[in-house]
């Protein structure tokens, strides 16, 4: 068996091969027998076989080479897509364009044109292109959808959004966009209302559940949440995001023992789970359960005995220690805007005034590289010396447990901003999960001390009630 490079570039084969055969006569004077087999792609192998890839071959020409074929062998590879849109290389655009000649339109292929091209080219005019392929095909629902895409405008996007969705042909997307929207810009209702509508349409995409899933926490139907929550749990049996979710919300519904009730869950799902690897789920999903309750301090103790980057992250989070946060982000975490921002907070709070700015800066960093929403936040967060209006936040366009953050820091990088920036951050702060308890503390206006005259008093006395400390 040779074991070289994660994979080969194999061309014009135009034949197929005969299945290898379970026995082979070999003469007798033979001492070596060799064998060889090819593997031909299956969609269904996909995730195993980006393992391979990703973590054997550490050539990026080949990476790239790679994954455009393997767009171009399975169009609908979403995963493939994702990556190769992500990497930088002259032809992607050009790549990108040849898939819009499939028929039937390949919608995410154009979403990530769409989105690079906003990244690279801002200037470019998106919304002619757009209107040109409408007009070409105004009987398709995704150029409608397409086209909303890239209209500034939130109420002429919307019309196009649901031009889309309701026509004759059932498109989710257009509704999903409505809910995304709307889920953003504090509109919790209307996002539980058309992220249900989309998931009518196409009740297994993991995408639109997901903002579906969000929108029942927003809007408080935690019973609902956790129905959809466990469906993930029942298809990802080992998706440590996906239990950790549903125990939360288990926790919400006043479920006695929720840790327990994924626990059985996964067991049903996967029967031959070893008990040992049901106890480290135990010991992972008992932290998020005490979270759920407000029991703040067993969720500290219970982190504190964790072995991973993330549970020390949480940890030095909780002791206010932002020196060893940093470090612990820096070495052992992907990075993510919401952590760093999350650190500069501590930093902020414990006078560390250059590690906060050192923070606050590599999260504008990382939103300078992305969409031009998350460039709008950099943005706001750079130049609000003077203030900023309670619109101009409400619009803009980052899921709650991002903005939540995001608005945290922004009223204390930015003091002229805190009122407003701190209330907004409240209104996204509805997920039960780290840090809320922190958000809320942190936003919460302080008690004021009133100046009352006493009897014997010449000068004001200043009172501060028991219950305000």
């Not at 790549?95 to 039937?104: A, D, M, N, W, Y």
């Not at 959004?161 to 709307?182: M, N, W």
């Not at 903005?403 to 009223?411: E, I, M, N, Q, S």
């Amino acid at each position: 068996v040779y074991c070289g490079r994660a994979f080969y570039e194999i061309q014009d084969i135009h034949y197929t091969f005969e299945e290898f055969p379970d026995e082979i006569q070999l003469s007798n004077t033979s001492q070596i027998a060799k064998r060889q087999r090819l593997y031909l792609y299956v969609p269904e192998d996909s995730q195993e076989s980006f393992d391979i890839v990703t973590y054997n071959e550490t050539d990026t020409e080949n990476l790239k080479r790679h994954f455009k074929h393997r767009l171009f062998m399975n169009p609908h590879d979403d995963l493939a897509l994702q990556i190769y849109s992500n990497m930088t290389q002259s032809d992607r655009i050009e790549t990108l364009r040849k898939g819009f000649e499939h028929v039937p339109i390949l919608t995410n292929w154009h979403r990530a044109y769409q989105d690079i091209m906003e990244l690279e080219n801002p200037d470019y005019n998106l919304i002619a292109e757009y209107e040109g392929y409408l007009e070409a095909s105004p009987e398709v629902p995704a150029m409608k959808y397409l086209l909303g895409r890239v209209t500034p405008d939130p109420a002429a996007a919307e019309k196009l959004f649901l031009a889309a969705s309701e026509g004759a042909t059932p498109f989710s997307l257009g509704y999903h966009a409505i809910a995304y929207h709307a889920l953003c810009t504090d509109q919790f209702e209307k996002a539980h209302k058309y992220s249900t509508l989309a998931t009518k349409i196409e009740p297994d995409n993991n995408i639109l559940i997901n903002i579906r899933l969000q929108s029942l926490v927003a809007t408080g139907r935690y019973d609902e949440a956790a129905r959809l929550a466990e469906t993930f749990v029942e298809n990802y049996p080992f998706s440590s995001s996906d239990n950790s979710a549903y125990c939360i919300l288990l926790t919400m519904t006043k479920d006695p023992s929720p840790v327990e009730a994924v626990l059985e869950k996964i067991k049903t799902a996967v029967p031959d789970t070893p008990s040992e690897d049901l106890e480290l789920w135990r010991n992972y999903l008992t932290p998020s359960s005490y979270y759920a309750k407000g029991d703040y301090a067993q969720y500290a103790t219970a982190m504190e005995q964790l072995e991973s980057y993330e549970a020390a992250f949480i940890t030095a989070i909780l002791k206010n220690q932002p020196t060893s946060a940093a470090e612990i982000l820096r070495e052992g975490l992907p990075e993510n805007t919401t952590e760093y921002l999350l650190v500069y907070c501590i930093a902020k709070q414990s006078g560390d005034d250059k590690l906060a700015d050192d923070m606050l800066q590599s999260a504008i960093g990382l939103l300078n590289e992305q969409g031009k929403d998350m460039r709008q936040a950099a943005r706001i967060l750079q130049h609000s010396q003077l203030g900023v209006s309670e619109s101009e936040l409400s619009q803009l366009m980052l899921l709650p447990n991002l903005k939540r953050v995001f608005c945290t820091a922004l009223g204390m990088a930015h003091p002229k901003t805190s009122e407003v920036a701190f209330k907004t951050a409240r209104s996204y702060n509805f997920d039960p999960s780290f840090p809320q308890h922190l958000i809320q503390r942190w936003t919460t206006p302080k008690p004021v001390a009133q100046p009352v005259v006493t009897e014997s008093a010449s000068e004001p006395e200043l009172v501060i009630a028991e219950s305000e400390l």
